[in-house]
């Protein structure tokens, strides 16, 4: 069968794809779809090379880390109990902090998500009287009980323990405001938190260097306010981290970046020592702290999740880059542009309307590898404040950094797309995704 759309707008001709032919051989995938992959292929090539140079430092920094702690096939194996004098979570601990140029790290199969994480590290430093200062506006929708937002405290929130909270919203360009911060810090400040990634929002992920600028301009005003960071997607994306620019203190999950598709569960706080051990007296108990933690499942995947995790981002950056450029050649709005710096793994996509945001999720649950028969629908879910499309057969639930993808069932209307184990598998999720728009007449 001869190729189809493997002649670029520029006339330069590309070597056939295997996947795109194989799907064409099987009548899955229209001629019009084949064309602009082909031209998306050819034009995200330029980034993805630039995306291998950094996953390579990535890759020798971990490897060094694994030598600097003595990794040894003993950390390997299963604790039980309390889990006093496991060196294999002290090693694990240590490695994190390497990793994310932290003094110290927590990393725990004990916590349930990155949500958990974030809030086990606010609760660990907000005492009463307190005021917490949000940076980047309203919040991911999972935090906002932890906070407490709303007409009533949720049980427990921090609201309802007496802390304050406040928000200075971003610029019009979706960037942090340095001045209004900076004159919104009042005494009783004591953390101001930054969200990394865009959320739920079409506001570009932050930079580790904005965020530690403004960081830096806090300390210097204020050195006993502590800057926070959700960095949820962001880990292993840039070069550096926020806690090497000039944040205390950060938190995110492990069945995102840093567990490499492997990790089970599990979070991780990471930064000043003196923060981290608040923060684990909040996870388990005063007297306690980051001394105890049993891992009766063993530590192996945690290890190899880790080790494994620069290329498991490059594969979902790669597959974004590539998802960019196609929806962006169907005539649908996209952030970032294929061509754009990244600083988070998630690439969203405006599609305009609700039909669209259905199809578009039921397209990609046809590619997945678990319950690719299962048709995602919206619906209310505990912690979002609207009905939520989630799609995603992924082989650990919710693993956002296998590939998946979820909407919020409101205006403007636009998708979520991140993760990805390969780029290949990433491509195969987004070119169903189209074809099935395409097959409902649902393409601009």
Known sequence: MEAIGNKMSDGMTIDQDGLIEYLQQKGRLAPEIARLAYQAISDAAPNIRQLSNRRDRHQMRILEAFHE????????????GYGYGDSARETLDAIAGRILFAESALLREQFVSGTHAIATALFGILR?????????????????????LGDRPSAGSLREFGVAYRQVELTESGELNPEAILENLRSN??????????????????????IGQVCQAIHKLRPDVVCFVDNCYG???????????????????????????????????????????LAATRLT??????????????????????????????????GAVFAARLFELLGFEVTPSFDSPRSDIIQAITLGNAERVVAFCQGLQKACPVDGHVVPQPAPMPGYADPVIMAGGTFIQGSTSELSVDAPMRPPFAVYFQGGLSQTFVRIGALSAAQTLFERNLLP
């Open 189 to 210: 400040t004591r953390l101001v938190s930054f969200q990394r990634s865009r959320g739920y929002s079409l506001r570009p992920a932050l930079s580790a260097q904005a």
């Open 235 to 277: 880990e292993l994306v840039e070069d550096e981290e926020p806690t090497s620019l000039g944040a205390d203190l950060m938190a995110g999950s492990l069945i995102k970046n840093l567990g490499g598709g492997l990790a089970p569960t599990g979070g991780y706080i990471a930064g000043r020592d003196d923060l981290v051990q």
């Open 285 to 318: 108990a005063p007297g306690i702290g980051a001394h105890v933690g049993s891992s009766p499942g063993g530590r192996r995947l945690f290890f190899q999740g880790l080790f494994l995790a620069p290329q498991v981002v490059f594969e979902a950056l790669s």
């Open 128 to 148: 009463p009287g307190d005021e917490m200062l949000s940076a980047t506006g309203t919040p991911y929708d999972t935090l906002w009980e932890v906070i407490g």
């Open 69 to 80: 702690e003595r990794v040894s096939d003993y950390h390997l194996g299963i604790t039980t």
